[in-house]
């Protein structure tokens, strides 16, 4: 399995590289630097990444190339039931009937419609189905014709591509004008299509707690637990980021082989993130999360552990060294991030 330079053990400046697999990235919001360590990983471990920016002001991503959103409509059950899933309030078991019924030909006493090739069809067989239907099926329709009814327009009255082209090096697409289950079903797009067409490419998923959540079904949960189990052969990686290690899907969760660890300040935020790495991973203490600084990590992985400073993709390995043994202050990065923009300002445009 190949290595990628991850950054500086603190005090020492021993290179500290990390095997390329599935991993879960954690850290408080901007305190941490999950972002700037995922661009700084891809930048040096020579695959193709695709990442997301899903919210405001999230300017970190600086040496990486803008692509379009990419969105492939789907309308089987399976699919169909995640994204209800998603946005149900509970999970919906033992409605597998309905949801069965209006993404296929149907004729009988809830009406009569052929087999949908779009969301808006699906959508249009619920509405239709809703019409007739008693009971628990009826909220079902309702509940699957309301969120269609959210997120259909909006497909349609976005840009986005209908064909994905990744370049080497890091992808990255701007969602923040989309509504999150708009969002999701991108992720979702590029994780299927990744999954079916391409290997040794890496995917970067923001906030997985919110996109791969454990207590139901989502769109994103789906798709990425698909690519878990048989991605590997093909060398496609899944990278969590997340504030929140409790709240992602168990499954992912138990294939992840590199973990890192960035600040956490709330004692009881800390405990839940150790509760949920496994038993045979090395594991830090409370306090050795809540003392990290800004860049720097606690990884572990394969019994190892390592506290390193994690160095920038617009950084040198020389100066990313100096900041690792404390010759350097880490503010001096603001300087190198500020000439960095400065030299590249309209290249993305
Ligand atoms: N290794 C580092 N060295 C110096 N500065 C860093 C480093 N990592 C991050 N920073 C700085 O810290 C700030 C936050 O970084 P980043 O956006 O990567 O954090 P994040 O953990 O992804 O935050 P969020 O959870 O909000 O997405 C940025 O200004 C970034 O330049
Ligand atoms: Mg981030």
Redesign the pocket.
């Known amino acids: 399995m190949s290595a990628v330079l991850l950054?500086y053990e603190l005090r020492t400046g021993r290179p500290i590289e990390v095997p390329v697999g599935h991993m879960a990235i954690t850290?408080?919001?901007?305190?941490?630097?999950?972002?700037?360590?995922l661009e700084?990983l891809v930048s040096r471990c020579g695959l193709r990444a695709v990442a997301f920016v899903t919210?405001r002001g999230?300017?970190?991503f600086r040496v990486a190339s803008p692509i379009p959103p990419y969105f492939r409509d789907r309308c089987d059950w399976p699919f169909i039931k995640s994204i209800l899933e998603a946005t149900a309030s509970e999970k919906l078991k033992f409605q597998l009937a309905e949801i069965i019924k209006i993404c296929q030909h149907y004729s009988g006493p809830e009406g009569s419609w052929d087999e949908p090739k779009s969301l808006r069809d699906v959508m249009a067989n619920a509405e239709t189905a809703l019409k007739k239907a008693r009971g628990i099926a009826s909220r079902v329709y309702t509940e699957l014709f309301e969120y269609l009814r959210m997120v259909v327009p909006e497909i349609e009255r976005l840009p986005y591509s209908k064909k994905l082209k990744l370049r080497t090096g890091l992808n990255v697409m701007d969602l923040t004008d989309y509504d999150f289950p708009l969002q999701a079903l991108v992720v979702r797009s590029v994780i299927e299509w990744v999954h079916h067409n391409a290997e040794h490419t890496i995917i970067a998923i923001p906030e997985a707690w919110k996109f791969a959540p454990k207590q139901r079904g989502s769109p994103v949960r789906l798709a990425a637990e698909e690519l878990i189990r048989q991605g590997a052969a093909l060398k496609n990686f899944l990278w969590c980021?997340s504030?929140d290690l409790a709240g992602i899907s168990s499954v992912l969760l138990r294939q992840v082989t590199v973990w890192l660890f960035?600040v956490q300040r709330d004692p009881r935020e800390i405990e839940r993130t150790l509760e949920h790495i496994p038993a045979d991973t090395a594991k830090p203490t409370k306090r050795d999360i809540a003392t990290l600084g800004?860049?720097q990590f606690i990884v572990s992985f394969e019994r190892e552990m390592y506290r390193v400073?994690?160095?920038?993709a617009w950084?040198t390995g020389v100066h990313?060294e100096a900041?690792a043994r404390g010759e350097e202050p880490?503010e001096s990065?603001?300087e190198i991030?500020r000439d960095f923009d400065l030299e590249h300002a309209g290249e993305s445009e």
């Open positions: 950054g850290g408080q919001s901007q305190a941490s630097g999950k972002t700037t360590t700084g919210k999230e300017g970190s980021d504030q960035g800004r860049g400073y994690v160095q920038p950084m990313a900041i880490v990065a603001r991030v």
